[in-house]
């Protein structure tokens, strides 16, 4: 198996510009996770999905942030406007199911705004 | 609210040596879930291990062994005959069981292993 899928792997861009970070989870599985790892707070969840519904999102800094899941293969996580203090690693994992699964994580996407 | 501490932020090791890694966490539940995940210089979050808490057996995966005491709340991982390939940082992480998968990590420790 591929693994998560993430992409892109790196990108920079300007405060007040649109991001948007995509995922593809493992073939199969059915929860989906969006985390953020900065130097400050660490790793934490932002959202959450089971089968493509969103079940979590109190992770979500603002409402500058958005994610969706159109369907099983595919996620993105959308950033409108972008600050600096948005830069960060973001995390895309998933898990066979929520609640007692393994989540396995992508490579991550390290942005930089500018 | 659960949480978890990993209180030593950098070790090192002399390559085939023993290392312990410390874990302690915080919470009322009674079924969870523990992991260790370990993010190498290329970022990858990689999972090393897991305990489930109901069980009593200490988990393995070869080089690698926890030490769960459930009454203490500790979680500790030993890497027996380290590896310059096991040094990264590495990740304490805690799941209650449930509806909703979250995991709590800890502030993580990086691991030096010297040649």
């Known amino acids: 198996d591929a693994g998560v899928i993430q992409s892109p792997r790196h990108e920079v861009t300007e405060m007040g510009q649109e991001v948007t970070l995509r995922c593809k989870p493992i073939?199969?599985?059915?929860?989906l996770f969006w985390y953020r790892q900065t130097m400050m707070r660490g790793l934490e969840l932002l959202i959450y999905?089971?089968?493509?519904?969103?079940?979590?999102d109190s992770g979500m800094p603002e409402d500058r942030f958005s994610a969706k899941m159109p369907n099983a293969s595919f996620s993105t996580l959308k950033i409108q406007p972008s600050e600096p203090r948005d830069s960060a690693v973001y995390f895309c994992?998933?898990?066979?199911?929520?609640?007692?699964?393994?989540?396995?994580f992508g490579p991550g996407t390290r942005l930089t705004v500018l | 609210a659960q949480t978890v501490t990993q209180s030593q932020p950098e070790m090192s090791v002399q390559e085939a040596e023993t290392v312990t890694l410390s874990c302690t966490y915080d919470?009322?539940?009674?079924?969870?879930?523990l992991f260790w995940y370990k993010q190498p210089p290329s970022r990858q979050m990689i999972l090393v291990i897991r305990?489930?808490?109901?069980?009593?057996q200490n988990a393995t995966e070869n080089r690698f062994s926890v030490n769960f005491q459930k009454a203490a709340k500790s979680f500790s991982l030993k890497i027996s005959d380290s590896q310059l390939g096991d040094t990264a940082m590495y990740f304490c992480?805690?799941?209650?069981?449930?509806?909703?998968?979250?995991?709590?990590f800890g502030q993580g420790t990086t691991l030096q292993v010297k040649p």
């Open positions: 919470t009322s539940e009674n079924n969870y879930y």
């Open positions: 999905f089971n089968n493509n519904v969103p079940i979590d």
């Open positions: 073939s199969g599985h059915n929860s």
């Open positions: 994992a998933s898990s066979l199911s929520s609640g007692s699964d393994t989540q396995y």
């Open positions: 992480a805690f799941m209650k069981k449930s509806n909703t998968g979250k995991l709590i």
């Open positions: 305990q489930e808490a109901y069980k009593q």
